[in-house]
């Protein structure tokens, strides 16, 4: 230990042994890998089974029918459980609830593999989207307490963010390598190794923040999920059959939930979302626009892939890679854009993003089978990934900037609730639109989806400066600085 400390003095030693100290992987770079391990394999798990649907209705006999809900039971417990999660995270403990979340879906991951009839997998997807519930807040809340706000802050979101985007179109190349290579089960089996090794490292690098105490807003809980899942079961009711009356009822059942949610939240002393967090206009329009750019992704993942499949008789692993140039894009841009935030703002590469996402859905909507995969889709997809990349950042940003920490958990889970929401609504709702009018008018109006949330942008997302701009040439030398990119 003397000799080794020695040697560090002698010049020009000096300058290499420090610089071996400094590139060291960190505690808080140890801990960021673990956090984007866990939020990857729950975005994962939203699309990994769409190119999995084939063999898994032939040998667990699905009707046609109900093969819907292989994606659909995961989505509904996922996205209606979010912000009980993230409330409960602030409450028990965010990493104590994101090991106990991710310990169950690990669980529920291993049940599907070994599911010998549909409604054994069909439980497995529910359980694991209520695991994926408890954790996934955790993850963006735990990255908001172990960066401080500022360049460090916007590196870790990049790198967040970047997972959370294209971690839905890298789910489709996995599903596809590993229904062609090995089986359809292992889509789901392939979360039990890498959730059992981040349990075991989550103690020991990620801190545990404080707690808040309180109560759980019990009465909040049950009508907010209550709410979501009508909407969500709704949309995929008004997918499923032509009588539109259980669906009315459905929709109808949500709104008076979601009004009801809002009147118990403005009452009770500890709610479960602070209504307090949507007084700032920007944060407001940001958590609408995060709503609505999953609910375009989502639908052209699932529309783009049965393309394939059906239309360009790709097999499921050629299906999974013709989205590579999409997936490509946004993790380079995961690099990219912190800079990018740093240098112009948030709000200029935000619209941007969404302008390059509507234009992009359209030229998706006017592709021909005759012209070909490379003719017809390698371009849009590129241009996809490109406003994908440059959309979910500046978003998050925005959501969790000045957010106090005590009310840090609630922030992040509705953030994603409302990935989640909106991925689930868009794809029933545009599946609704595509059985009535074909898949084509269903992304034209997709594509009119995303103009929408560009005039919400417009007129209401003008995040401060000082929250989202740094030095442009610090935020450089820390993501090089990033053991994660090295």
């Known amino acids: 230990m003397q000799l080794s400390k020695d040697i560090s003095q002698i010049t020009p030693l000096k300058r290499i042994f420090t610089s071996m100290q400094s590139r060291r ?6 801990a960021l890998a673990v956090i984007v391990a866990c939020q990857l394999m729950f975005v994962l798990d939203a699309t990994v089974v769409n190119i999995a649907l084939v063999p898994i209705e032939n040998t667990l006999h699905f009707s046609r029918a109900n093969l819907a809900w292989v994606v ?7 996205g209606g459980l979010l912000l009980l999660g993230g409330r409960a995270g602030d409450i028990f403990g965010r990493r104590q609830l994101l090991m106990f979340g991710l310990g169950l879906f690990t669980a529920a991951s291993f049940m599907g593999g070994i599911a010998t009839s549909a409604t054994m997998l069909l439980v497995a997807r529910a359980l694991q989207g209520v695991g994926a519930a408890m954790a996934a807040p955790s993850t963006l809340s735990l990255i908001s307490t172990i960066y401080e706000e500022g360049p460090a802050r916007n590196k870790a979101l990049g790198v967040f963010t970047a997972v959370s985007a294209g971690g839905g179109s890298l789910g489709l190349i996995l599903g596809g390598a590993l229904t062609s290579w090995v089986s359809w089960r292992w889509v789901l089996m392939i979360n ?5 090794v981040v349990i075991a490292l989550a103690p020991r690098f990620i801190p545990e923040p404080p707690r808040n105490g309180g109560r759980m807003d019990v009465r909040g809980a049950i009508l907010v999920t209550g709410a979501i899942g009508t909407l969500i079961y709704g949309f995929i009711r008004l997918a499923e059959q032509s009588s539109r009356g259980g669906t009315i009822v459905s929709f109808a059942a949500g709104v008076v939930l979601l009004v009801s949610f809002v009147r118990v939240e403005q009452r009770v002393a500890q709610p479960l979302f602070p209504l307090r967090l949507l007084s ?9 626009v995060m709503m609505m750019v999953p609910a375009i992704m989502y639908g052209v993942f699932f529309f783009v892939s049965q393309y394939f499949e059906g239309t360009l008789h790709f097999s499921a692993i050629r299906a999974g890679f013709g989205f590579l140039p999409l997936t490509a894009m946004i993790f380079t841009l995961s690099r990219i854009t912190p800079r990018l935030v740093s240098k112009i703002g948030a709000r200029p590469l935000l619209l941007f993003g969404l302008s390059t996402l509507a234009v992009a859905a359209f030229w998706i909507s006017r592709a021909h089978a005759s012209d070909g995969y490379f003719a017809s889709l390698f371009g849009p997809l590129l241009l996809f ?15 969790l900037g000045g957010v106090p920490r005590a009310d840090a958990g609630a922030a992040a889970g509705m953030l994603q609730t409302m990935q989640q929401t909106g991925g689930a609504l868009g794809v029933a709702a545009l599946t609704s639109v595509a059985l009535a009018h074909g898949r084509s008018t269903a992304l034209v109006v997709g594509s009119g989806v995303v103009v929408v949330a560009l005039v919400i942008a417009l007129l209401t997302i003008h995040p401060s400066r000082t ?20």
């Open 385 to 399: 990934g490109l406003g994908a990349g440059t959309v979910f950042l500046p978003l998050s940003a925005t959501i």
């Open 25 to 30: 992987p960190s505690s808080a770079a140890v």
């Open 280 to 288: 700032n206009p920007s944060r407001a329009g940001s958590y609408v």
């Open 467 to 486: 929250r989202t701009m740094a030095s442009a040439q610090e935020i450089a030398e820390e993501m090089e600085a990033l053991p994660l990119f090295e």
């Open 192 to 196: 039990v190794p890498i959730g059992l």
């Open 72 to 78: 659909d039971a995961y989505s509904l417990t996922f």
